[in-house]
T-cell receptor, first 110, second 116 residues
Framework: QKEVEQDPGPLSVPEGAIVSLNCTYSNSAFQYFMWYRQYSRKGPELLMYTYSSGNKEDGRFTAQVDKSSKYISLFIRDSQPSDSATYLCAMSAGGDKIIFGKGTRLHILP | KAGVTQTPRYLIKTRGQQVTLSCSPISGHRSVSWYQQTPGQGLQFLFEYFSETQRNKGNFPGRFSGRQFSNSRSEMNVSTLELGDSALYLC???????????????FGNGTRLTVT
């Protein structure tokens, strides 16, 4: 079983829809959770960084962590064509290397 | 504040050659990590440097090596290139090692290496 599982997509949704992106993990020691966005020919860009279970909101983005289920989500409200990118989840146990999911390709259709 | 800078952006090499990639971290960041990104494997951790010392290492062969200089700039080297080394090589910096061990990574735009 891989440490971090993420559906590669592609996921296509109409503009304005709510997008839900998810990752599952197997290592119960993971405590720090991140979401990155990567546009074509660019490096990953940090979107959200959370430590505890629960929700964290930043503008149109909400990160959700459920440690009991080993499941994290990123919600994008009022999705825009500019949100079309690959979204990578990442996590670490603290003081150790950060493990990434393989990324989900998202297409927002105008 | 300038972001992470990687040079060159693109490289084409032939099998058996060696290559050196360069990374300048965000000012004030002393931890530098290197990742290999391929469509099949995603982001794979290569190594991390802090204060000119390798702190962590991934599961890559010894052909992959790196170093860090006193100004925190880092280089990675791949010797005896193989076709499978074709990938996007990403450098990331963070505040880890300066009392903020769980600081997130900030990435550069990578070096696209093609081995023919």
């Amino acid at each position: 079983q891989k440490e971090v599982e993420q559906d590669p997509g592609p996921l296509s949704v109409p503009e304005g829809a709510i997008v839900s992106l998810n990752c599952t993990y197997s290592n119960s020691a993971f405590q720090y959770f991140m979401w990155y966005r990567q546009y074509s020919r660019k490096g990953p860009e940090l979107l959200m960084y959370t430590y505890s279970s629960g929700n964290k909101e930043d503008g149109r983005f909400t990160a959700q962590v459920d440690k009991s289920s080993k499941y994290i989500s990123l919600f994008i409200r009022d999705s825009q064509p500019s949100d079309s990118a690959t979204y990578l989840c990442a996590m670490s146990a603290g003081g150790d290397k950060i493990i990434f999911g393989k990324g989900t390709r998202l297409h927002i259709l105008p | 504040k300038a972001g992470v800078t990687q040079t060159p952006r693109y490289l084409i090499k032939t099998r058996g050659q060696q290559v050196t990639l360069s990374c300048s971290p965000i000012s004030g960041h002393r931890s530098v990590s290197w990742y290999q990104q391929t469509p099949g494997q995603g982001l794979q951790f290569l190594f991390e440097y802090f204060s000119e010392t390798q702190r962590n290492k991934g599961n890559f062969p010894g052909r992959f090596s790196g170093r860090q200089f006193s100004n925190s700039r880092s280089e990675m080297n791949v010797s005896t290139l193989e076709l499978g080394d074709s990938a996007l090589y990403l450098c990331a910096s963070s505040l880890a090692g300066d009392g903020r061990e769980n600081s997130p990574l900030h990435f550069g735009n990578g070096t696209r290496l093609t081995v023919t």
